[in-house]
């Protein structure tokens, strides 16, 4: 059985239609994918955060042309533009124009790089060489393996017997050519495609290899995919061979363009235009039984490019890269036709939960019912059955059963937390990831049509088994903002990792203008809070009277509210009792107000999408947030720390970042506001202290890799020294 689990945007692209990527490469680990666009760009994206680790870009005019891969035996990016030059760098360089740089001598179609392998170098005219034999010697002859009629269309890397492969196809119009390389073939295997004429033409690829053979799989324009079997043994028959080929797989009717992706040995995914050419249709298939197990609609086309690493489909669709988890189980003939125990189509309709009578029973004989279980409200067990498997596999004996969502829709709000932790219990990932997401839905349609009922503590309790995600229960964040439950709105935004962003800043709109009496009756956690938020009772805001200290004093990390005309750049360390004495500064917020703004804070968030929803914040909201966030990086500067203490792990890094992204959306109206201007000042003062202490700091490195410059005789000063070094 095959389902899709989530789904969340990645990145925007700067070019959406038709091949907005050259290529998504897995990076090093599970959770890492190397993009390269259409033009100039190569980012590389840790996929849970949503967010770039670093992006680079070839110069104006020039043009990349293979999508870049990540070598992870060296823990390097490899990328070749305009056709000849190879580029190789790390993660920790920032330009692209000043890593290491040199030009092949033949043109290059693609660069492909597996786990544990080194990097294989395909050439336009059919060569292949490692990538370490290319680099001593760039300028090396390499041979034409194709004629000039011969193109490559597809190419794939592989692993067999621990040594690399690669299988390409060429055309040679109007033939197909299967094309194996390894290094241990004294000559790489070439093979005919069958020829088919009722087919229109080839559309897409896709192959994985087993043990001396390789199967192959073409999608064809008139909604068939046909399968080939690739011998991977050389033979002494140098005549040419014609690969037959065997129906597969029939789709729903024929197009005009799509791709494809193996899953599994017994899972397909493909991308195809529906009936309407309207919308796009992502389905999963059982290419065993040739049943369909999972599809998916997409409201907007896309263009018909699909990747896929580590249980995780890509699609490009319109100005995005959308990202769809995935899991996929043993296929079986009960799994294919969905009458498997525990398939998920039959979890979207039934919430398994441990039953109420045998959950103290030591064993239960199988037709006999215990003497709890018939004292059980009769509401629970009306629509009960029993499913024998989970029985089997439950260590006490005791049998499980399946309770319709309609429970949930009388059940009383104990019974229902009840029931909801019974379900956690017994249910399974991903099992439990359809059902919590089914689960939440119920509850929350019936909270809109019961405006007294309110299960928060349900609701909660399925938010904190980190299961649950905004795309399987997308109205649940709306529900909190409507009845203003912000404990409901800050666990979802702890636990959820693909929150929208238009979501996130309505989460910050009602944090930063909810009323304290709501704030009052919220149960909220504060004591990690507590430990460097000290709350007055008549406490003024900053951002109406920021209270700047005199103008000699300074604080440490170059944090000094002295004058900005002030050019002095000594920057001194007050004592202990100078510290001491200081009076800690005041939060212009309340503590559990401060809370909820923490997790706003630490919340992952995508830059570009965030910026156009803070330009809906009032005037009153940007100046009392930004007033928080200047408290937060003081008392950061005067506790030498880069984050404070607490689950949440804020940094000083985080909070620069949401200042800099609330001047940047709300800059003019902040300038025209007289009240702001006194807060802008003292941002500034900080900024031009920071500065004078960065370039102390350069001096000091610049001095010191002048000091290591120097040749100097090695002296033997025998095991311990103290050597002083004089800068001025």
């Known amino acids: 059985m095959a389902a899709l689990c989530e789904e969340l945007t990645l990145c925007g692209l700067t070019v959406s239609g038709v091949s907005s990527l050259q290529g998504v490469e897995a990076a090093g680990d ?67 124009d000043k890593v290491f740089k040199t030009t092949l001598s033949a043109e290059v179609c693609r660069i492909h790089s597996l786990p544990g392998a080194e990097p294989l170098v395909l050439f336009r005219r059919g060569a292949v060489r490692y990538l370490d034999t290319l680099l001593p010697d760039p300028r090396q002859e390499i041979e034409n393996v194709l004629t000039q009629e011969e193109a490559i269309i597809w190419s794939q890397m592989f692993v067999e017997d621990g040594q690399p492969l690669v299988m390409f196809i060429t055309e040679k119009v109007p033939d197909l050519y299967v094309n194996v390389w390894k290094a241990r073939f004294r000559v790489p295997l070439r093979y005919k495609l069958q020829a088919i004429q009722e087919e229109s033409h080839v559309l897409n690829f896709t192959a994985n290899v087993k043990k001396n ?6 999608l064809y324009s008139t909604g068939k995919v046909r399968q080939s079997l690739v011998p991977l043994v050389e033979s002494s028959d140098r005549s040419e061979i014609v690969l037959s080929l065997s129906s597969l797989l029939q789709l729903s009717e024929p197009v005009d363009s799509g791709a494809m992706t193996l899953l599994d040995d017994s899972h397909l995914a493909t991308l195809t235009p529906s009936a309407t050419k309207q919308k796009d249709l992502l389905c999963i298939w059982n290419v065993s039984f040739q049943t369909m197990q999972e599809c998916k609609e997409f409201s907007q086309r896309t263009t018909h490019q699909l990747w896929n690493y580590h249980n995780t489909l890509y699609v490009p669709r319109g100005s995005k890269l959308r990202v769809l988890r995935y899991i996929c189980e043993p296929s079986s003939l009960a799994s294919a036709l969905g009458k498997a125990a525990d398939s998920h189509r039959s979890a979207l309709n039934s919430v398994p939960i441990v039953s109420w009578g045998t959950v103290t029973e030591s064993k239960t004989t199988p037709g006999k019912r215990s003497k709890k279980a018939d004292s059980a409200p009769s509401h629970l067990t009306d629509d009960v059955s029993v499913q024998s498997r989970r029985g089997e596999d439950s260590g006490d004996g005791g049998c499980a059963f399946e309770v319709s969502l309609s429970d949930l829709q009388s059940a009383s709000e104990m019974e229902i937390s009840a029931l909801v932790r019974k379900a956690m219990s017994s249910l399974t990932l991903p099992e439990f990831q359809i059902t919590a997401g089914k689960m939440g839905q119920a509850l929350v349609d019936r909270c809109r049509r019961d405006p007294k009922f309110n299960p928060q503590s349900a609701l909660i309790t399925l938010i904190e088994t980190r299961k649950l995600s905004y795309s399987l229960c997308p109205d649940l964040m709306p529900f909190g903002l409507e009845r203003s439950d912000v404990r409901l709105l800050q666990c979802c935004l702890r636990r959820f990792i693909d929150v929208p962003e238009a979501v996130m800043c309505s989460c910050l709109k009602m944090f930063l203008s909810t009323g304290d009496d709501i704030l009052c009756d919220a149960i909220l956690k504060t004591a990690s809070a507590e430990s460097y938020i000290e709350v007055e009772e008549e406490a003024s805001d900053i951002a109406d009277n920021p209270k700047e200290p005199p103008a000699g004093s300074v604080i440490q990390n170059g944090f000094s509210p002295g004058g900005a005309e002030d050019d002095s750049c000594d920057i001194q360390t007050p004592n202990r009792a100078a510290q001491k004495a200081e009076k800690k500064t005041a939060c212009p917020v309340s503590l559990k107000r401060a809370v909820l703004l923490n997790t706003i804070v630490t919340a992952a968030y995508s830059e570009s999408c965030l910026l156009p929803h803070l330009k809906d914040l009032t005037s009153d909201q940007v100046l009392l947030f930004l007033s928080y966030l200047l408290f937060l990086y003081k008392i950061c500067n005067q506790q030498l720390t880069l984050s404070l203490p607490g689950k949440e792990k804020l940094s000083v890094t985080q909070v620069i970042d949401w200042m800099n992204l609330l001047l940047d959306a709300n800059f003019t109206v902040l300038v025209v506001l007289p009240k702001a201007k006194p807060l802008i000042r003292y941002l500034q003062k900080c900024v031009h202290y920071q500065m004078k202490l960065y370039s102390e700091l350069n001096k000091i490195e610049g001095s010191l890799c002048e000091l290591k410059r120097l040749q ?14 004089e800068l001025y």
């Open 213 to 218: 053979a390789a199967s192959l799989l073409i």
């Open 712 to 725: 100097r005789p090695c002296e033997d000063n025998g095991r311990y020294s103290i050597e002083v070094l």
């Open 30 to 96: 599970d959770d890492r994918v190397l993009v390269t666009e259409a033009g100039r760009t190569v980012t590389l994206y840790k996929v849970s955060d949503q967010r770039p680790l670093g992006s680079w870009s070839v110069k104006q005019g020039q043009r990349v042309t293979c999508p870049a891969v990540y070598n992870s035996t060296t823990e390097e990016c490899v990328v070749v533009h305009d056709d000849k030059v190879l580029r190789i760098w790390k993660k920790e360089d920032v330009r692209l």
